[in-house]
């Protein structure tokens, strides 16, 4: 079963707009991570942000936390064509810290 | 320093055939998984191994579906006989750090592609 849930599910931005994603999840986690996959190639770790932490910053990467929400956002500011890719939000948790990804986003970035 | 090698890249074959996936960690990470990510999905763990020891298979379909980590390095995940819908893409990952570490990254291969006919 999948426990995050990103919105929106398509986002097409021109380049050098921000781009903001959503993701909810159900359960209490250890910490969030984003990860970005690219057409046709693994999935690359982008940034993690803890349970006890509300904001992460990481180059043109912004997440935010909100466990009351239970919610979180990425943010990627002056977006550019090679940001175009698939977003997916994992949520660790448990004692074993597994990792549950969500259905992912894509993103468009027109040059 | 190499990243998380698979192979192959690509498999068609029949349904009712046996398909095998091979997978090699990057140098030194104990902890290696196996994800099924379908079209339009995030991936979904399969088995997560320590060393040679599988310590979380629970969602690994083991009527057809078996995985083996010989000497706790290189790891195998076969199907037989593959069914219809296991067209999918099969992602290993692997990571550095011990099972229960919270904030292991985990490092994934480029995916091996099946399709079954």
């Known amino acids: 079963s999948q426990q995050g849930e990103e919105d929106p599910q398509a986002l097409s931005i021109q380049e050098g707009e921000n781009a903001t994603m959503n993701c909810s999840y159900k359960?209490?986690?250890?910490?969030l991570q984003w990860y970005r996959q690219n057409s046709g190639r693994g999935l690359v770790h982008l940034i993690l942000?803890?349970?006890?932490?509300r904001e992460k910053h990481s180059g043109r990467l912004r997440v935010t936390l909100d466990t009351s929400k239970k919610s979180s956002s990425l943010l990627i500011t002056a977006s550019r064509a090679a940001d175009t890719a698939s977003y997916f939000c994992?949520?660790?948790?448990?004692?074993?810290?597994?990792?549950?990804f969500g259905k992912g986003i894509t993103l468009s970035v027109r040059p | 320093e190499a990243g998380v090698v698979q192979s192959p890249r690509y498999k068609i074959i029949e349904k009712k055939q046996p398909v095998a996936f091979w997978c090699n960690p990057i140098?030194?990470?104990?902890?290696l998984y196996w994800y099924l990510q379908n079209l339009g999905q995030g991936p979904e763990l399969l088995i997560r191994?320590?060393?040679?020891?599988?310590?979380?298979d629970s969602q690994l379909p083991k009527d057809r579906f078996s995985a083996e980590r010989l000497k706790g390095v290189d790891s195998t995940l076969k199907i037989q006989p593959a069914e219809l819908g296991d067209s999918a893409v099969y992602l290993c990952?692997?990571?550095?750090?011990?099972?229960?570490?919270?904030?292991?990254?985990?490092?994934f291969g480029p995916g091996t592609r099946l399709l079954v006919l």
């Open positions: 942000i803890r349970s006890n932490e």
């Open positions: 191994y320590e060393n040679e020891e599988a310590v979380d």
């Open positions: 990952a692997s990571s550095a750090g011990a099972w229960g570490n919270a904030e292991e990254t985990q490092y």
């Open positions: 359960t209490s986690i250890n910490n």
């Open positions: 140098s030194g990470h104990n902890t």
């Open positions: 994992a949520t660790n948790s448990g004692a074993n810290s597994k990792l549950t």
